[in-house]
């Protein structure tokens, strides 16, 4: 049984056209979204809460010795939150792209958190890196309730919403890191594409491209979705071929140029600044080897499990990792091939999700120096968080069987728990 499409909009025939004023208009068009922001406004503030109290008693409780007096401050307390990712985007906030290293760290996250910081009282950066994602996960939440309610009804769109909530890294959402910014500008990206608003698309993926470089699979996307939605007349014009028919597409494919054009204009900046236009791709040098045939990381993740003990530093991190991937990688096939497999107008929500899977193994981490412990594929469990798609098919599991839902619960929020303190302890995380 496949889930069932819900129709974003019902056709209705009267006999005379509805003429409306523009309040109307514009209270018809708000409405669902400010009815997408109720329903997950509780959802945000109680994992904001969850968030702070870990903050409070993880930074006091494991910076002070046991039984002291002595007292902390609250910037110190904060500080805890300034770990790796984070360093970097504020050190590029305040200092711009000097080092060939940082071109790795796409600028709109940088560039709004530099604009927070001049307007919000404290001016600090760490404040203004945390506002920032933790409205773009506001704007994140809301706009994947408004995908998964317009395609597949109203109840999964809660549980979907939830579950990425409360995935074991959701603590990036609540970090000075730039994930929630760029979920929330793909998400929009898809949404205008299912509607067909393809210059609102355009707009959504240059900002995307302007934050993530896997943005430009967009462009892809933007192209299967137009050929989705126009494919009979498309046909009808190839065979035989209507020039003429088919030159009237053009106006509505223009807006996917803006997709790549974020990316250039970020490059142009690296060539002014580094005299490298390519300066984001040659800085994953330090994390990352050169593309490999897409098994080879797993292989490497396997073998690393083999040799070494599954008491050392890596093994954990490895298994956490590949377990991620193949998790997803199941979701991935539950979504094509089983009971609640998504609908066939779905299918370039697939693409996407199958080739951000494949982007995610193509490039293995870097081996450390000889007797240091090397995890092929760094970073997998928080880039999943991207797959928006995946949550939907495990929230339809959940819908459909209690004890799944038991699990994943009883599963994330420990999880979730341990390694937000992981982090703010200024342990490797991800």
């Known amino acids: 049984m496949s889930i069932q499409h819900t129709p974003s909009a019902i056709t209705t025939h009267s006999s005379a056209p509805v003429t409306r004023s523009p309040h109307q208009a514009w209270s018809e068009f708000l409405s669902p979204w400010w009815q997408a922001t109720r329903n997950i406004l509780f959802l945000y503030i109680i994992t904001r809460l969850i968030f702070l109290l870990l903050t409070y008693f993880g930074g006091v409780l494991f910076n002070i010795p046991n039984y002291s007096y002595d007292h902390l401050s609250f910037n110190t307390i904060l500080h805890t939150w300034y770990r790796w990712d984070t360093i970097r985007f504020i050190t590029i906030t305040t200092n711009g792209y000097t080092k060939m290293q940082n071109a790795a760290f796409f600028p709109l996250y940088p560039a709004l958190v530099a604009f927070t910081s001049k307007i919000i009282p404290t001016h600090s950066m760490l404040v203004a890196s945390m ?5 773009a996960t506001l704007g994140m939440m809301v706009m994947l309730y408004r995908f998964v309610e317009m395609e597949f009804g109203r109840e999964l769109a809660q549980r979907t919403v939830f579950y990425q909530a409360i995935f074991p890294t959701a603590f990036f959402f609540f970090a000075g890191y730039n994930e929630s910014l760029f979920i929330f500008l793909m998400l929009g990206c898809f949404y205008a594409l299912r509607r067909g608003a393809w210059w609102f698309a355009g707009v959504f993926g240059f900002l995307a491209a302007m934050s ?3 943005a430009v699979l967009l462009f892809v996307i933007f192209f299967c979705e137009y050929v989705r939605q126009h494919w009979p007349e498309l046909r009808s014009n190839l065979r035989p071929v209507r020039p003429v028919a088919l030159l009237k597409h053009i106006p509505h494919l223009l807006p996917a140029l ?5 990316l250039i204009v970020y490059m142009l900046g690296l ?5 490298d236009p390519l300066a984001f791709s040659h800085a994953q040098v330090d994390w990352r080897t050169g593309a490999v045939i897409p098994g080879m990381a797993i292989y490497q993740s396997l073998q690393q499990l ?8 890596s093994t954990p991190h490895i298994l956490i990792d590949l377990g991620t991937f193949i998790a997803f990688l199941v979701l991935f096939l539950l979504a094509i091939f089983g009971r609640d497999r998504l609908p066939r107008d779905q299918w370039p929500l697939l693409v996407f999700w199958g080739c951000a899977l494949l982007y995610a193994i193509l490039w293995p981490g870097v081996p450390g120096a000889p007797g240091q412990g090397y995890d092929p594929m760094p970073s997998t469990q928080r880039f999943v968080l991207e797959l928006f798609m995946a949550f939907i098919v495990l929230a339809r599991l959940g819908e459909r069987s209690p004890k799944f839902h038991q699990a994943y619960l009883l599963l994330s929020l420990p999880f979730l728990t341990f390694l937000t303190l992981q982090f703010m302890t200024g342990h490797w995380t991800v």
Request: glycine residues 8%; hydrophobic residues 50%.
């Open 131 to 135: 506002l920032v994602s933790n409205v």
């Open 212 to 214: 993530r470089s896997i």
């Open 306 to 313: 083999v040799v070494h003990s599954p008491l050392s530093f």
């Open 271 to 275: 060539y002014v600044r580094l005299g």
């Open 258 to 262: 803006l997709i790549p054009l974020g």
